[in-house]
Structure formats: structure tokens, C-alpha cells
């Protein structure tokens, strides 16, 4: 489909990522994103939280495996997709509509946590459940790390010109 809406969430995991595989092996990884919107009350001179939205979120294939083998319950994320309306019939039987977000981009923010990044290589698939990535989440102000890659490694063999000379610098 073309003409869905593209917007950017920012908002925290409800859940760690549900990866499954549906019929014929593609991974499909589907998550909650809860962002709060807050607003200044100069009366007050204090921050108000306005009411809570979830986005129910889908991502397919290896960015699917990606996703469930980086992000955690709890980490703050910023997100970019489509806004996408799905019919379906509820247990009653009465006709329900789900607004859905199918996930372009993902990742965790970096204002309250730090991430290293290892490259994956196309195709190869990742280690899911297999626990030798070296990550580690702990809550609060974020401390999301995954140690299998220092800053020097993780580019290293890429031919992606891209990174070679940002705009601007």
C-alpha cells in the first residue's frame, strides 16, 4: 500500500519483543511502544503527563531477529513506520479496527543510555536465544549495553560509503 501516514514514536518497550515465525519460517517480531506526551504548566512551573498512547508495532524477517535480540522491555525507543488499519472480528464476533505501526527504522534512544553496535552480515541470519551476545539491560536511566563489538570493530570490512563522509563534516 502507498499513501500510509509515516510518523516517529518516541516511547518505552511495555515488553521484550515477541519473535515468532509464521508459516513458512519468516521471523516476525511484534512489540507495544507506550509514549506519554508531556506538557509544561508555567503556573505551576512543573512537568504534566498527558495521556498514555500505545502503538502495537510489527517488524518481519532479519530485522525482526535484530530487534528481539537488541531491545528490552523498558528501553526507551525511538521509532519510524506507517500507520496501517487492520480489520478484524473479536471473540464476540463484532467487526474491531487495530491502527498498527509497521516499523521502518528502530532503536533505543541514546539521551539516558549508551549502546555499542555490532554489524550484522546480510543474510546470515543472528544467534537468537542463543545467549552469547554479550548484552545486558538494566532499568532506570538506562544502562543497555552489548559488549561484542568496540567502536573500531564494529565498521570494519563495511564498503558502505555512506559512513565514510556524513553531510556536514
Sequence with gaps: MSGEPVITVVGNLTADPELRF?????PVANFT?????R??????????DGETI???CSVWRDY??????????????????????RGFTDN???????IELKVDEIGPSLRFARANIEKVSRGSGSNYGSGSSGQSYGGGQGS???SSAT????????SSSQFDNPPGF
Design 22 to 26: 509464521i508459516g513458512d519460517g519468516t
Design 33 to 37: 511502544i507506550a509514549s506519554t506526551p
Design 39 to 48: 506538557t509544561f504548566n508555567r503556573q505551576n512551573n512543573s512537568w504534566d
Design 54 to 56: 500505545f502503538f502495537r
Design 64 to 85: 525482526a531477529e535484530n530487534v528481539a535480540d537488541s531491545l528490552h522491555k523498558g528501553m526507551q525507543v525511538i521509532c519510524t513506520g506507517k500507520l496501517t488499519v
Design 92 to 98: 464476540s464476533g463484532a467487526q474491531r479496527t487495530s
Design 144 to 146: 543497555w549495553s552489548n
Design 151 to 158: 567502536a573500531g570493530e564494529v565498521w570494519e570490512g563495511s
